[in-house]
């Protein structure tokens, strides 16, 4: 039955492009269980949108991405219709009529937008280019990326400052976690929603207990969020509960929690941590006037030629709050966006009450270092919206109506790969050809409203193609999946055969080198054995080429680590001094000279 939907599925989105003066392509891919999967849906002029189904791929490049599209497309016409000289007619339609594509932007998706503008301009003959739009969701992924390296500034500034690292860094017991390029705001909001939030660390956590502890103790609600869910937004969303809840976690794990495990007690250390909750305090601030009222613009019916409006004013702003935050540190500033600002709570409020003056000189100079950043992400990843860019003015009539039906983000395929997890959780040996039969019926009520809404004799036609067509899209779909596993294989084979090759050229460089060490008379094990092959090098040249090749000898052969074997431009008496130090720690280390 699963087989029939799927085939009822295609033919209702086949019929839709078809049907529609324009559509756009929509698409993303993802990794589950080692394995790569494309999500496609299309936007039709309508307004609607129709998923795709998955397809596994076996790497995601720009060429793997255009055969993608190009068999979706012959598929949907396959699935349309029977006849031969249709499919191609209908094909070229369906290219012709592809209106945008939307992506990421990712490097691979740049060279694979180019690649398919070439292949419909081939096609169809079509010189109007295709629209290239932006997932702006993106853009707040771009937000928490910039925002944790600009705050790794400040909190070097104020340890620099206070002369004390911040929150567990200070402690001990964390000492071998120092080298984590994780900055310290960034690991409490990471461990805490851990520990505190659904969906975290089982283990460690003690999620049950905190929400006990609220309502019991304190009788209100934890409003900590799962680190997991909205990845384009939890980070600032998290911290700005975290720092809601910031005394209530201070009593909970050092009074009534007791010792817990290390990682309960570095949430402790930084929540007791009065300049990194300041920080804290900061991303709370931008989560409210900021990245909330931008995630409620994307959720909105704003059309995407009007994102210019919104987005020039941002920048306007950030530039503004570059150079003095105080106007954020209100709790009356209205953000970025009034009309889509967060509602006022009590998380809101706590970011605004008391603040001590050195709690909020903190706060802002890490919103005025944040801002500098943001205004960098705004002009790279949001430039066609910017004065000058493809949708940075006042679109023309003709163009606002051929893009009315197109989307602020692809949060389509983010969703539906969501559920993508939880069919497989449910059916955990289907085939993908299942899943996205599954997918497929659900997203675009198939069933329900598409095939009710045609008449007693086209229901009875399109059950009967899909009765026909069924086995053999199921058979096409997993010779699919086994071409797959076989260019997966060749992947394995071909990188297998060209560490081969490293390794057989390592040898080789390490038997030369060997070669000519011998030819000089080593290798030298002790310094007394350099004064020897030295003795009879005739020239200095002579003399630095031995001690170079002996450097090479020891590093490459021998596998010694050790700075003092860097030659880069160094003179003959420094290689030969650096020699006999790394001789002696060599030495005092193991005991013993330098022996192959």
């Not at 189904?53 to 255009?66: I, K, P």
């Not at 599209?69 to 070229?92: F, G, N, P, Q, W």
């Not at 805490?192 to 003690?206: I, L, T, Y």
């Not at 205004?375 to 919206?385: H, K, M, N, S, Y």
């Amino acid at each position: 039955m699963v087989d029939r939907a799927h085939v009822l599925s295609k033919h209702q989105v086949a019929e839709g492009v078809l049907l529609s003066d324009r559509w756009n392509l929509h698409g993303d891919g993802t990794t589950r269980d080692h394995n790569k999967i494309l999500g496609q849906q299309v936007a039709l002029d309508s307004g609607k949108m129709l998923s795709a189904g998955f397809c596994a791929m076996a790497v995601e490049d720009q060429t793997t991405l255009l055969d993608n599209a190009i068999c979706m497309m012959h598929e949907l016409v396959d699935l349309y219709t029977e006849s031969e000289d249709e499919r191609e007619v209908l094909y070229k339609s369906m290219l012709e009529k592809m209106f945008a594509v939307m992506s990421d932007r990712a490097s691979v998706n740049k060279a694979y937008n180019r690649c398919l503008d070439a292949y419909r301009k081939e096609q169809t003959g079509n010189e109007n280019l295709l629209h290239f739009l932006y997932c702006n969701a993106h853009f707040l992924l771009g937000l928490s990326n910039v925002c944790e390296s600009s705050l790794k500034v400040i909190e070097n500034d104020i340890c620099t400052l206070t002369g004390r690292k911040l929150g567990r860094d200070s402690d001990a017991k964390f000492q071998r976690f120092k080298h984590s390029s994780e900055s310290a705001v960034a690991r409490f909001v990471r461990t805490a929603c851990d520990v505190f939030g659904p969906r975290g660390d089982e283990k460690n956590g003690c999620r049950l207990e905190w929400e006990a502890f609220c309502s019991e103790s304190l009788g209100i609600k934890s409003r900590v969020k799962s680190f997991r869910m909205n990845r384009f937004n939890n980070f600032f969303e998290g911290a700005a509960a975290l720092y809601h809840h910031r005394e209530s976690v201070t009593t909970f794990l050092g009074d009534y929690k007791g010792k817990g495990n290390l990682k309960l007690q570095s949430v402790l250390c930084d929540a007791k941590c009065e300049e990194l909750q300041a920080l804290v305090r900061a991303l709370g601030i931008v989560f409210y006037k900021i990245t909330g009222p931008f995630w409620q613009l994307l959720e909105s019916d704003t059309e995407y030629v009007d994102l210019y409006k919104f987005v020039q004013a941002m920048l306007h702003l950030f530039q503004l709050w570059q150079h003095d935050a105080s106007d954020l540190l209100s709790e009356k500033n209205k953000g970025i966006f009034p009309d889509f600002a967060i509602s006022v709570d009590e998380i809101h409020h706590s970011l605004y009450s008391g603040v001590s003056e050195y709690h909020q000189d903190i706060t802002k100079k890490a919103l005025e270092q944040v801002m500098g950043s943001f205004i960098e992400v705004t002009e790279r990843q949001l430039a066609d919206f910017l004065e000058g860019g493809v949708y940075g003015q006042e679109p023309d009539q003709e163009l606002r109506k051929k893009m009315k039906h197109c989307r602020l983000t692809n949060l389509v395929s983010e969703n539906e790969f969501g559920d993508l997890d939880f069919s497989q959780y449910r059916r955990r040996h289907a085939s993908l050809h299942y899943h996205s039969g599954i997918q497929m019926i659900k997203k675009n009520h198939t069933i329900s409203d598409w095939l009710k809404s045609k008449s007693p004799q086209d229901q009875s036609r399109l059950l009967d193609h899909a009765r026909k067509q069924a086995h053999d899209l199921r058979i096409k779909h997993r010779n699919s999946e086994k071409l797959v596993l076989v260019k997966t294989k060749e992947r394995l084979e071909e990188h297998y055969r060209k560490e081969q090759e490293k390794a057989s050229a390592r040898d080789e460089a390490k038997r030369q080198i060997l070669v000519r060490v011998k030819a000089n008379g080593g290798p030298c094990s002790c310094p007394s054995d350099v004064d020897k092959v030295l003795s009879c090098c005739d020239t200095m040249g002579k003399k630095t080429n031995v001690l170079k090749d002996e450097f090479r000898y020891l590093k490459q052969v021998l596998g010694i680590a050790d700075k003092r074997l860097i030659m880069g431009n160094k003179k003959t008496d420094e290689l030969e001094k650096n020699f006999e130090g790394s001789f002696r720690w060599h030495r005092y280390a193991t005991g013993r000279n330098f022996s192959g």
